[in-house]
């Protein structure tokens, strides 16, 4: 028979009861915590709060609260912020209601966190955890006082000279019928008195019983079902139906425990009229003791009784939350019921808020009345956390070999403290350190002294306070770092750190080393001038010295001796030159990687060496792409102009979903004439290469792309006999906001015209295989309301009265 498992208690989470001036720091913090960490907002906690009774004036003491921990100082964790910046930048408080409604989850979460504020009752969990549960054991062997009663199944196993098995039936009357002896009454019996009286009476039928030649055991086969009544505080009061191995335990965690007004030490078991027993749930809890923890028979009852005396206490102990208190227990045991002082509690005294028949009072509790103070029902005790500052703490920083913080022993001095710092470093400056001290109302101030003086005797040694902070600077802090600068054809470039007898070979061996291109000619060495005539227009503002070294940074190099902040140039040899490659793709003979072999040479000179064009090859759609800027010459400039244009263009119409090549943005695209390069080879369409360049040559190209604000954006087959307006017209026309005048057309070969205007008439460009159509949208327009126009009218007619007003 199984133990039906209770379901989990629902909770109402009323917070009606939550009172901000009772919540301790550390609760305070721990919810900040956990805002922070779900991503809650204040909305979401209002609305919880509101829809769960909580008043809205402990609201505004909770974000007062909030706010003061925020803006505290001296905190030993800092205390993170409940303010957030919504997407319109206005920053809000957790607490604020004009956000959006929470969701299901995000109220949860919020429920969840508001409900650590009101205190666990001590016990409660131990009935509505998943993890524990009190269900008795069916497949123990039978316990020797086990009372029998109707429906248990006994087994009867006879060994030795005689050998046999029955499995009987108890009756309703109590009895069992035992072949060959009879009717037997056990029923009220243990298995002890009933295993005597079988054995009497099956004696007579198995002698070998009397003298031990024949053994008897008896055992419970199946266990019988009992009924038990839970009455009183319990979250399930009513009749239940336990095996008869049960315990009050059992029935207990079936009921889902006492409620929050039930009492969890003084719970009763009656039978028959008669308490019998009395369950203290602590001593479980506490010790792991079932005291009195007794089996129940049928119709037993359990009653929960309401608490008698109840108190709280909060703050730095180990099992904060709700206790019950029995009759004669002092304030020692509550802090017994909670685990003790952890280790940051304030040991010396406790607080206490008591309830008078009017008002409330507080009290303060010493150490030497834990032992006799009785707690009365309704009490809150409260334990401070130790001050977050020590009694007997000096620090020293700076030049000493163990820097840090000391213990202040009697008598302890300046001389001393650097003496248990292990010294003073070489690099310590000597002449001056400061002593950072507090004062009796915790101002600062700065005592000086000569370190030097101090450590020799000759200057009075200082006596140490509580919290002085020494400071002994290193001769390198004092001054700026020392550095050189090594810059120009190094493998290293950048600053090095200065040493005194730093050469010119040093800096550049530690910068990496000369690179190949670079010259060993014409070093120059720039040098800071500390003595410079400022009344002097002229005036040097820096002194260069221009040296020649060899490659292996002999002679000159290894004699000449750097000083602090020098920059050293390296220049590149102007004989030294890298190879540049450009590449030709598409229809030539040869295309691939060429690497530029003059400074003069050209399109045409590349066209030749990839051995010219193939058949199917279009040079009037050739184009250029080149990364970087193009030369500042008239024709590269007409081409940028043409680019800026292109992309103008191109981005204006975005709006109508035309998106030229991607690969086609990547590079500059330069439009070339490569017919008219061909013919006039060195002329200025003839352009010059640079390093990158890649020569594109399309093969033969049969279409033209329209798009834009057109009925339908179409590719259609070019056709020499068809213009501008043809094209449009295989693509449906022009759009209801297309804006013709400013329609244009992007050539294979990367060159852009528009439309130009022609007294009233557009002048449309001329269309060439592989082009591509654009025809932009004209931008929306705002239509003046009514009232505009009203408002618009009302100003002329003013104007117009002040005009005719000064003319009269």
Partial sequence: MSVAVPAVAQNT??????????????????????????????????????????????????????????????KAEPVKSLKQTTTSGRSVNYLDTDSVSASRDSLQQAGSILENFRPKIFGSDLFSGKQVTFEPNLRMATPRNYVIGPDD???LDIYGNSEASYKLRVSPEGTINVQYVGVIPVGGMTIEQATQRIKSRMSTIYSGLRSGATNLNIAVGNIRSIKVVLTGEVKKPGTYTLPSLATVFNALYVSGGPTDNGSFRQIELIRGGRRIATLD???????????????????????????????????????????????????????RFAGEFNERAYKARVKVLKNTDTERRIDDITSDAFATYQPASGDKYFVDEILDRFANRVT????????????????????????????????????????????????????????????SGEAADVPLKREDKINISSIFDLKEEYNVQVEGEVRDPGKLKYAEGMTLEDAILQAG?????????????????????????????????????????????????????????????????????????GEVLFPGVYSITRKDERISDLLNRAGGFTAYAYPEGASLKRAGVPQD???????????????????????????????????????????????????????????????????????VKIGGEVLSPVTVVFSRNKGFREYISNAGGFGNRAKRRAAYVVYANGTVQSTSKFLFFNNFPSIKPGAQIFVPKKPEVRRMSAGEWVGLSSGLASVAAIIVSLLR
């Fill in 396 to 455: 020293i920083e700076g030049a000493v070999f163990r820097p840090g913080q000391f213990e202040l022993s009697e008598g302890l001095t300046l001389k001393g403290l650097i003496q248990k710092a292990e010294g003073l470093k070489e690099d310590a400056f000597t002449n001056r350190a400061y002593i950072t001290r507090l004062k009796n109302n915790n101002e600062t101030e700065l005592i000086s002294f000569d370190v030097a003086k101090v450590l």
């Fill in 633 to 703: 010459t008239s024709v590269t400039a007409k081409m940028d102009r043409q680019r800026v244009r292109q992309f103008q263009l191109v981005q204006r119409s975005v709006s109508d979903t035309i998106k030229l090549d991607k690969e086609a943005l990547k590079n500059d695209f330069v439009g070339i004439d490569l017919p008219r390069i061909l013919k006039r080879k060195g002329g200025r369409d003839d352009i010059f290469l640079e390093e990158g360049d890649i020569v594109s040559v399309p093969k033969q190209l049969q279409t």
């Fill in 153 to 155: 199944e006994l087994l």
């Fill in 281 to 335: 749930i602590y001593d479980f809890l506490l010790t792991g003791e079932f005291r009195n923890n007794v089996g129940l028979q049928d119709q037993d009852v359990i009653r929960v009784p309401t608490y008698n005396r109840r108190v709280e206490i909060v703050g730095e102990v180990k099992r904060p939350g709700i206790f019950e208190m029995k009759e004669g227990e002092r304030l020692s045991d509550l802090f």
């Fill in 513 to 585: 080393g000369l690179k190949e291109n670079a010259t060993t000619q014409r070093v120059e060495i720039s040098r800071r001038v500390k003595n410079s005539d400022v009344n002097s227009a002229s005036a040097i503002t820096a002194e260069v010295f221009q040296v020649n070294i060899t490659s292996d940074l002999r002679n000159t190099a290894s004699t000449f001796v750097l000083q602090p902040f020098d920059i050293v140039a390296i220049r590149p040899s102007s004989g030294y030159s890298t190879q540049k490659i450009v590449k030709i793709e």
């Fill in 13 to 74: 989470q009323n917070f009606s009861d939550i009172r901000v001036d009772e919540l301790s720091d550390a609760q305070i913090r721990q919810f900040m915590s956990q805002v922070q960490a779900a991503g809650l907002t204040e909305a979401q906690l209002e609305q919880v709060a509101a829809s769960r009774g909580m008043p809205s004036s402990e609201v505004q003491k909770l974000r007062a609260r909030v706010e003061k921990l925020q803006t505290s100082s001296g």
